[in-house]
């Protein structure tokens, strides 16, 4: 892929550009949203953000894992983990995108792809 990554600084200077907020307030927006986002879902519950997805918090339980140099079989402990579900808005602008880059498709080729999924 190799494609730039969005970073805190991007998200709030996107804020400063499009919204007029100072650069502090834009940081400090971006800050605060994000503070939300992680304390929610360290508390186990879920966010949705609505045409972009859902941060989840699922339990694992103990398994039997290998080391991979030695081979040697070792306990990995139950624990709980985040993990993101993209909602199907986002899943289609991935694919459009996708499918603009390798060929120029349209909108109503994104459409029939997911129907036929």
């Given at each position: 892929m190799g494609e730039k990554t969005l970073t805190r600084a991007d998200l709030a200077e996107a804020v400063f550009r499009r919204i007029g907020?100072?650069?502090?307030?834009?940081?400090?927006?971006v800050e605060m949203v994000l503070e939300e986002i992680c304390s929610t879902i360290a508390r186990g519950e879920s966010v949705k953000i609505s045409?972009?997805?859902?941060?989840?918090?699922r339990s694992k339980n103990e398994?039997?894992?290998?080391n991979p140099k030695t081979g040697q079989e070792v306990p990995i402990l139950p624990?709980?983990?985040a993990v993101f579900k993209?909602?199907?808005v986002m899943k289609d602008r991935i694919l459009e995108a996708h499918l603009q880059r390798e060929?120029?498709?349209g909108a109503g080729t994104t459409q029939q792809l997911s129907a036929a999924e």
């Amino acid at each position: 892929m190799g494609e730039k990554t969005l970073t805190r600084a991007d998200l709030a200077e996107a804020v400063f550009r499009r919204i007029g907020l100072s650069r502090t307030e834009s940081a400090g927006l971006v800050e605060m949203v994000l503070e939300e986002i992680c304390s929610t879902i360290a508390r186990g519950e879920s966010v949705k953000i609505s045409s972009f997805g859902s941060f989840l918090v699922r339990s694992k339980n103990e398994r039997v894992g290998r080391n991979p140099k030695t081979g040697q079989e070792v306990p990995i402990l139950p624990r709980r983990v985040a993990v993101f579900k993209p909602s199907n808005v986002m899943k289609d602008r991935i694919l459009e995108a996708h499918l603009q880059r390798e060929g120029g498709h349209g909108a109503g080729t994104t459409q029939q792809l997911s129907a036929a999924e």
